[in-house]
C-alpha cells in the first residue's frame, strides 16, 4: 500500500480528534453557560505554545539542558493540547480577522507540525524497508527499483520539504498573535 | 528568509493592519446601532490599558438622562402610567461595562459582574414595579398583591416562587400543587372547586355534612386545610 494511504489514516486521526474535540468543549461550554472560560484557555494555550518552544531553544542550542529527542516529544504535546485549547478560545467567532488568520495559520503549522510527525517519519522508514524488501526478492537493477519506487520516493521528496513550510508559518502565526495579544491588553480592563 | 525575519516583518504589517482598519482587524462583534459611527474610533470609548471607560460613555450618555431622553436630546416615551423608574442615577458604582456592552459578541467576551439588584438604591430595589410593571400577571392574585414581588420571588428570576399556600391549603401526595387541579379559572386564584375528583362530588359531600347541618358546600377550604377529613375546624355551618 503506498504511504500516502498507509499513513495518512493516522495523520486525519489526530489532526481530525483535534479540531473535533474544540468544537465539542466549545460546544458544551457555550451549552453549559461557561462561555467565558474560553477566555483563560486562550493564556493557558498561549503558555503551553510557549513552553513548547524549548525544544526550538535546545534545537537552536540556545539553551544546553534537556534532550532534543525528549523536547521534541514535550514540544508535540504541549503544542497540540495548546492548539487545542486556543481552538476553544477562539470560538465561532468571525468579528476580527486578525485572531481569525492567526487561528488559521495555527491550523495550517499542526498539519505542518503532523506531516513531520507522522507522515516525514514514517514514510522515511518504510521507503528504506521497502527498498530492501525489492533487494532481498532478487537481483533488481537500479533504475527498475526507482521506477517500482518512484510514487513513495516522490512523496518522501515532497515531504522533506515540510520544515520550509512549517517555520515561516509558525513565525506569521507569533507575529499574528502578538498583535492579537498587544490589541487585547490595550482595549480589554483588566 | 528566516524565521525571525519572517516575525518581524509580519508583525510590521499586523501592527499597519490595526492602525488602518481597526475595525476589520480587531473588532470582536459589530457594535451595536446607536454606536455604529465610532467603528473606526476605538478610543472614543477605550482608554489604553484601561477599557471602555464610563466616563467617555457619560460624555453622551447623561447619566440623569438615561431612561428619560435619547443622546440626541428626543423624549423617551413614558411606560404605561407610570416612568420607568431612572435607577441609573441611584447606582452606587457607576460601571457601565459591568452591564453593558458596545459590542454584538461582548457576552462571550465579558467575564464581569452582569446587572445585579444590589446594585440599586434600596428605594429602588423595593419598589419591583417601578421596573417590572409590564411584567405583573393580570390575574388575581398578583394583582391583589402589593409591590412587593419579593415576598415571593426572588431577584434571579420569577421562578421558582416562594408563595406560601399553606395558610389557605396544605399540599399533600393526593392534592398536588399543580394550580389548574383546582383553580379552574386563571385569572381569579380567590375561586376553586375541590369538585371533579373521584372523591370530591357534590351529592357525596352533602351526605357527608349534612349530619352537622353544614350547607356551604363549596368553600370546602374553609374548615378543611389539608386533605385530612378530620382536620376540618368546623367554620362551615351556615
Redesign the interface.
Same mark, same amino acid.
Given at each position: 500500500m503506498p504511504i500516502l494511504l498507509r499513513k495518512i489514516v493516522p495523520f486525519a486521526f489526530w489532526y481530525l480528534l483535534l479540531i473535533g474535540l474544540a468544537i465539542v468543549l466549545d460546544l458544551l461550554l457555550h451549552r453549559s453557560g461557561l462561555?467565558?472560560i474560553?477566555?483563560y484557555l486562550g493564556i493557558c494555550g498561549t503558555i503551553l505554545l510557549l513552553l513548547s518552544f524549548v525544544y526550538s531553544l535546545r534545537k537552536r542550542k540556545i539553551i544546553n539542558f534537556g534532550s532534543p529527542k525528549e523536547l521534541l516529544n514535550v514540544h508535540e504535546y504541549l503544542s497540540w493540547a495548546g492548539v487545542l485549547m486556543i481552538l476553544v478560545h477562539a470560538?465561532w467567532?468571525f468579528?476580527? &480577522? $486578525?485572531?481569525w488568520l492567526a487561528v488559521l495559520l495555527m491550523v495550517v503549522v499542526v498539519a505542518s507540525g503532523f506531516t513531520g510527525k507522522f507522515l516525514l517519519r514514517e514514510a522515511r522508514e518504510h521507503l528504506k524497508v521497502r527498498r530492501q524488501e525489492l533487494q532481498d526478492a532478487g537481483e533488481v537493477s537500479q533504475s527498475d527499483l526507482d521506477k517500482r519506487l518512484f510514487l513513495d520516493s516522490l512523496t518522501v521528496d515532497l515531504m522533506e520539504n515540510w520544515r520550509h513550510v512549517h517555520?515561516?508559518l509558525?513565525?506569521?502565526f507569533?507575529?499574528?498573535a502578538?498583535?492579537?495579544i498587544v490589541?487585547i491588553? &490595550? $482595549?480589554?480592563?483588566? | 528568509?528566516t524565521?525571525?525575519r519572517?516575525?518581524?516583518?509580519?508583525?510590521i504589517?499586523?501592527?499597519a493592519?490595526?492602525f488602518a482598519f481597526p475595525e476589520?482587524?480587531?473588532?470582536?462583534?459589530?457594535l451595536s446601532k446607536g454606536h455604529t459611527q465610532l467603528a473606526q474610533k476605538?478610543w472614543s470609548c477605550?482608554k489604553?490599558?484601561?477599557?471602555?471607560n464610563s466616563n467617555k460613555c457619560a460624555a453622551c450618555h447623561k447619566i440623569g438622562d438615561i431612561g428619560r431622553v435619547t443622546t440626541a436630546g428626543n423624549s423617551l416615551p413614558v411606560l404605561g402610567s407610570k416612568r420607568k423608574v431612572l435607577f441609573h442615577v441611584g447606582l452606587a458604582n457607576k460601571d457601565c461595562?459591568a452591564c453593558h456592552t458596545a459590542?454584538?459578541?461582548g457576552?462571550?467576551?465579558?467575564?464581569?459582574p452582569r446587572f445585579e439588584h444590589d446594585l440599586l438604591l434600596v428605594s429602588i430595589k423595593s419598589d419591583c414595579v417601578s421596573c417590572h410593571l409590564t411584567q405583573k400577571p393580570h390575574d388575581s392574585l398578583h394583582q391583589s398583591a402589593d409591590r412587593q414581588c419579593g415576598t415571593c420571588h426572588g431577584t434571579r428570576g420569577w421562578r421558582p416562587a416562594t408563595f406560601d399556600h399553606t395558610a389557605y391549603f396544605r399540599f399533600d401526595s393526593n392534592h398536588p400543587s399543580r394550580c389548574d387541579t383546582c383553580h379552574m379559572d386563571s385569572t381569579s386564584y380567590a375561586s376553586y372547586t375541590c369538585y371533579g375528583c373521584h372523591a370530591h362530588t357534590p351529592t357525596g359531600m352533602a351526605a357527608a355534612h349534612v349530619e352537622e347541618s353544614i350547607r356551604n358546600l363549596e368553600q370546602c377550604a374553609k374548615c378543611h386545610r389539608t386533605g385530612n377529613a378530620e382536620e376540618s375546624e368546623g367554620r362551615g355551618r351556615h
Amino acid at each position: 500500500m503506498p504511504i500516502l494511504l498507509r499513513k495518512i489514516v493516522p495523520f486525519a486521526f489526530w489532526y481530525l480528534l483535534l479540531i473535533g474535540l474544540a468544537i465539542v468543549l466549545d460546544l458544551l461550554l457555550h451549552r453549559s453557560g461557561l462561555f467565558w472560560i474560553g477566555r483563560y484557555l486562550g493564556i493557558c494555550g498561549t503558555i503551553l505554545l510557549l513552553l513548547s518552544f524549548v525544544y526550538s531553544l535546545r534545537k537552536r542550542k540556545i539553551i544546553n539542558f534537556g534532550s532534543p529527542k525528549e523536547l521534541l516529544n514535550v514540544h508535540e504535546y504541549l503544542s497540540w493540547a495548546g492548539v487545542l485549547m486556543i481552538l476553544v478560545h477562539a470560538g465561532w467567532h468571525f468579528s476580527a &480577522v $486578525l485572531p481569525w488568520l492567526a487561528v488559521l495559520l495555527m491550523v495550517v503549522v499542526v498539519a505542518s507540525g503532523f506531516t513531520g510527525k507522522f507522515l516525514l517519519r514514517e514514510a522515511r522508514e518504510h521507503l528504506k524497508v521497502r527498498r530492501q524488501e525489492l533487494q532481498d526478492a532478487g537481483e533488481v537493477s537500479q533504475s527498475d527499483l526507482d521506477k517500482r519506487l518512484f510514487l513513495d520516493s516522490l512523496t518522501v521528496d515532497l515531504m522533506e520539504n515540510w520544515r520550509h513550510v512549517h517555520l515561516p508559518l509558525t513565525a506569521i502565526f507569533a507575529a499574528l498573535a502578538m498583535v492579537h495579544i498587544v490589541s487585547i491588553l &490595550v $482595549l480589554w480592563k483588566w | 528568509m528566516t524565521p525571525t525575519r519572517t516575525l518581524l516583518a509580519f508583525l510590521i504589517l499586523a501592527a499597519a493592519f490595526v492602525f488602518a482598519f481597526p475595525e476589520t482587524a480587531i473588532n470582536p462583534g459589530n457594535l451595536s446601532k446607536g454606536h455604529t459611527q465610532l467603528a473606526q474610533k476605538c478610543w472614543s470609548c477605550h482608554k489604553p490599558f484601561r477599557g471602555a471607560n464610563s466616563n467617555k460613555c457619560a460624555a453622551c450618555h447623561k447619566i440623569g438622562d438615561i431612561g428619560r431622553v435619547t443622546t440626541a436630546g428626543n423624549s423617551l416615551p413614558v411606560l404605561g402610567s407610570k416612568r420607568k423608574v431612572l435607577f441609573h442615577v441611584g447606582l452606587a458604582n457607576k460601571d457601565c461595562a459591568a452591564c453593558h456592552t458596545a459590542h454584538r459578541s461582548g457576552r462571550y467576551i465579558s467575564t464581569g459582574p452582569r446587572f445585579e439588584h444590589d446594585l440599586l438604591l434600596v428605594s429602588i430595589k423595593s419598589d419591583c414595579v417601578s421596573c417590572h410593571l409590564t411584567q405583573k400577571p393580570h390575574d388575581s392574585l398578583h394583582q391583589s398583591a402589593d409591590r412587593q414581588c419579593g415576598t415571593c420571588h426572588g431577584t434571579r428570576g420569577w421562578r421558582p416562587a416562594t408563595f406560601d399556600h399553606t395558610a389557605y391549603f396544605r399540599f399533600d401526595s393526593n392534592h398536588p400543587s399543580r394550580c389548574d387541579t383546582c383553580h379552574m379559572d386563571s385569572t381569579s386564584y380567590a375561586s376553586y372547586t375541590c369538585y371533579g375528583c373521584h372523591a370530591h362530588t357534590p351529592t357525596g359531600m352533602a351526605a357527608a355534612h349534612v349530619e352537622e347541618s353544614i350547607r356551604n358546600l363549596e368553600q370546602c377550604a374553609k374548615c378543611h386545610r389539608t386533605g385530612n377529613a378530620e382536620e376540618s375546624e368546623g367554620r362551615g355551618r351556615h
